[in-house]
T-cell receptor
Framework: KNQVEQSPQSLIILEGKNCTLQ??????????LRWYKQDTGRGPVSLTI?????NTKSNGRYTATLDADTKQSSLHITASQLSDSASYIC???????????FGRGTQLTVWP | DAMVIQNPRYQVTQFGKPVTLSCSQT?????MYWYQQKSSQAPKLLFH???????NEADTPDNFQSRRPNTSFCFLDIRSPGLGDAAMYLC?????????????FGQGTRLTVV
């Protein structure tokens, strides 16, 4: 069964600190993996997208890694800001019909 | 400019009264998705269109229907909304051409059933 598992389910950190979110998947065949940020009441917004051959990709303070062999990805956020408080969702795209598989998300709260 | 537009942003409907949510896109993407997202849960795929081909998820209730009259527009019809159908409904698009094409989401429609 194609699945995407994220951890932790929720996380609270202080402003300025770093954190790492995890995503494990079993989707096969695999096309790409995306990390999305979803603010409350809004649609998801893409942070990074990684294909099979990419190991690391950065977007400002966000750095995503992908190990296609172990089917694991991480999203590292450096120097967190209050505006980083949101749900971070890992989405894997399968090669068959381009179907998207969602993780349940990690709810990140940044405290001042 | 917004590329995936959902209307309305907020919809209140009565129990059992049919409601239609709309989604339009300017990306010319051939794949469009409808997701249901309840509070603190991941989006759940209801169905998607691959070009004109409609793909229904096995556990999507018959109460939910969809129409895609052309590439740019897609509609979600809820024939008889129940209280359990209150949720955020997200529309997304992507292209099946190319392995790294991103999926774009609309802002969602928040449906309240009273």
């Amino acid at each position: 069964k194609n699945q995407v598992e994220q951890s932790p389910q929720s996380l609270i950190i202080l402003e300025g600190k770093n954190c790492t979110l995890q995503c494990n998947y079993t989707v096969s065949p695999f096309s790409n993996l995306r990390w999305y940020k979803q603010d409350t009441g809004r649609g998801p917004v893409s942070l990074t997208i990684m294909t099979f051959s990419e190991n690391t990709k950065s977007n400002g303070r966000y750095t995503a890694t992908l190990d296609a062999d172990t089917k694991q990805s991480s999203l590292h956020i450096t120097a967190s800001q209050l505006s980083d408080s949101a749900s971070y969702i890992c989405v894997v795209r399968g090669s068959t019909l381009g179907r998207l598989y969602f993780g349940r998300g990690t709810q990140l709260t940044v405290w001042p | 400019d917004a590329m995936v537009i959902q209307n309305p942003r907020y919809q209140v409907t009565q129990f059992g009264k049919p409601v239609t949510l709309s989604c339009s896109q300017t990306l010319n993407h051939n794949v469009m998705y409808w997701y249901q997202q309840k509070s603190s849960q991941a989006p759940k795929l209801l169905f998607h269109y691959y070009d004109k081909d409609f793909n229904n998820e096995a556990d999507t209730p018959d109460n939910f229907q969809s129409r895609r009259p052309n590439t740019s527009f897609c509609f979600l019809d809820i024939r008889s909304p129940g209280l359990g159908d209150a949720a955020m409904y997200l529309c997304a698009t992507s292209s099946s051409r190319g392995s790294s094409t991103e999926a774009f989401f609309g802002q969602g429609t928040r449906l309240t059933v009273v």
